[in-house]
């Protein structure tokens, strides 16, 4: 941990053994959980710096976590494994896997508001929208075409955020487009047309407002744009 005002190093939390590849923090800042290469995530004590929970399922390094607004429950993928798992930050255990996906999964959100979980795949050019921790699929959406680089490879790169209170779902990719669906039919309501591949997005909390980065040659663009929740 740094401290902002002076720069300075204040402690460090050490358990991982090999690099750390993913992180999130809960709310109040008192719970952190990590994605280690050593095919495990961990809970930390931010205050003490100790580890209270390990959960030990995959059978790769985990790439992505992401914790609960209730700070119950998290879930971590890695790129190589088509599933996300579910488990119980008090004490490590697993209680549910997604699935759907053919591939690994290459990014995923928890939304702060209805608790729902989004997975998003590279490989099957797709993003799937789970019920919380019962792990149950609710939507799938598929809008986004591969895009096609210099050299005609394909570029495939997604991601995506609930906002709205659980209403609206944007997602993102290499085809340059920014789509809005209604997460409650999976009916696409809105699509704005970017200038490169998107490669990120963020949402605001309290606002139907998304932050879009397409990169295009070496130039990087930043876009906000306002999503109808209707």
């Excluded at 401290?3 to 190093?9: I, K, V, Y």
């Excluded at 508001?113 to 099957?124: H, I, P, R």
């Excluded at 149950?136 to 096609?148: C, K, M, N, V």
């Excluded at 050299?151 to 609206?168: E, F, P, S, T």
Aim: glycine share 14%; charged share 20%.
């Amino acid at each position: 941990m740094i401290d902002l005002a002076t720069g300075r190093e204040t402690d460090a939390f050490r358990g991982h053994d090999g690099c750390v590849l993913a992180l999130d923090l809960s709310a109040d800042g008192r719970v952190l959980v990590s994605g280690g290469a050593d095919r495990s995530a961990r809970v930390w004590d931010t205050a003490t710096g100790r580890v209270t929970a390990v959960y030990r399922g995959h059978a790769g390094g985990v790439d992505h976590i992401r914790l609960a607004r209730s700070g119950r429950w998290a879930v971590s993928a890695e790129d190589d494994g088509p599933p996300a798992h579910l488990w119980d930050v008090s004490n490590g255990n697993w209680f549910a896997n997604t699935a759907q996906h053919a591939g690994g999964v290459s990014a995923l959100d928890v939304d702060p508001v209805a608790g729902l979980v989004l997975t998003v795949s590279d490989k099957d050019q797709s993003v799937r929208v789970w019920d919380g921790p019962g792990g149950r699929l609710g939507q799938g959406f598929d809008g986004h075409p591969a895009a096609a680089d210099a050299k005609g490879a394909g570029q495939h790169h997604y991601d995506a955020r609930v906002l709205a209170g659980g209403r609206v779902l944007a997602t993102a990719g290499a085809d340059a487009t920014l789509r809005c669906w209604r997460l409650a039919t999976g009916q696409e309501v809105g699509q704005v047309r970017l200038t490169g591949r998107v490669v990120l997005l963020a949402a605001a909390r309290d606002a139907p407002v998304v932050a879009a980065v397409a990169s295009e040659g070496k130039t990087v663009r930043l876009s906000l744009v306002r999503l109808s929740a209707n």
